[in-house]
């Protein structure tokens, strides 16, 4: 019996076949989650049993997918005391291959994407997450197809090019870059030739990498959770992985029913989750003329 037993959409609840590749819910465009057993995986394996095993995020596979990891060494990063702040604890995620976190979920989905068999993988990304994506898919030996700002900062695209990513340059923003890949789906070819759109909540397995955050967290803290996170926020997505964590982790008798406060941080430039939390709306829309500011 495979762990991950289906995907589950986050809005309608709708159950889909996790054994081939998905995108988002058909009927409404919801983020498909990963469900697992976690019964079964709760009466096979504890807490305890991750002492010793490799610092990576690929320490927490019992509830990750069940695939061949394409890993260069993400996660487990070190949670770094505040010389400032007692009782403050920095979580370097800086120290993550490519230098950022987007490793984590780029690392999942690429996994996946492998696993799948499929051959080119879309991306728009203004940088830190073009960077991951091209290391990963080198890993992979599979097509990394970015598409990023003109104006991007020269290191972003180098690292691209040095990793064999396939760069187009777009005249806008990132929204723009995103139009793009929406264009590139609406070709016939594109589901023949093996193509998946890896954005941001456009596959059900970048939020797998990111919750393993949640998971590091309590570890490192020996299962006890912090009063608060807070997190420089994009598009949101390792806010929704560490509180899927946090679910998991709670069926599984690793925690409690406490949680953290969490507090989210954005640029004023493109704050699209502090927009939406201040109107009291549920769910997020596209920030038209995203800027840094
Ligand atoms: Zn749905």
């Known amino acids: 019996m495979p762990r991950l037993t289906h995907l589950e959409c986050t809005r309608c609840g709708e159950h889909f076949p996790a054994d081939r590749p998905q995108t988002v819910c058909p009927n409404d465009a919801g983020i498909l989650y990963a469900r697992y057993d976690l019964e079964a995986i709760k009466r096979t394996f504890s807490s305890a049993r991750l002492a010793g095993r490799a610092p990576t995020m690929w320490r927490y596979d019992a509830v990750l997918p069940d695939a061949d990891p394409v890993s260069l060494g993400e996660g487990f990063t070190p949670m770094l005391p505040s010389r400032e702040y007692p009782n403050v604890f920095i979580k370097d995620e800086g120290l993550n291959p490519t230098g950022s976190f987007k490793a984590r979920g780029l690392s999942a989905a690429v996994t996946m994407a492998k696993h799948f068999g499929l051959k080119k993988l879309a991306i728009p990304s203004a940088g830190n997450a073009a960077g991951a994506l ?84 309590a570890e490192q803290l020996g299962w006890k959770m912090p009063q608060g996170i807070i997190y420089p926020t994009g598009g949101g997505v390792g806010l929704l992985g560490m509180w899927k964590a946090f679910e998991e982790m709670e069926q599984l008798g690793w925690i409690g029913d406490q949680r953290p406060k969490m507090v989210c941080v954005q640029s004023s430039g493109c704050a699209p989750i502090v927009k939406a939390w201040d109107e009291g709306k549920s769910t997020s829309e596209m920030w038209p003329n995203a800027g840094r500011f």
């Not at 890993?139 to 040095?162: G, L, T």
């Not at 759109?197 to 059900?204: A, L």
């Open 134 to 217: 091209a290391a990963y898919a080198a890993a992979a030996s599979v097509e990394a197809h970015i598409f990023m700002p003109r104006d991007v900062p020269i290191a972003n695209r180098i690292e691209c090019d040095y990793y064999g990513a396939q760069v187009t340059l777009v005249d806008g923003n990132i929204s723009d870059c995103a139009r793009k890949v929406a264009e590139l789906k609406e070709r016939d070819t594109w589901s023949t030739e093996g193509w998946l759109d890896v954005s941001t909540t456009k596959e059900p397995y970048r939020v797998e990498g990111k919750k393993t955050m949640g998971y590091e967290v």
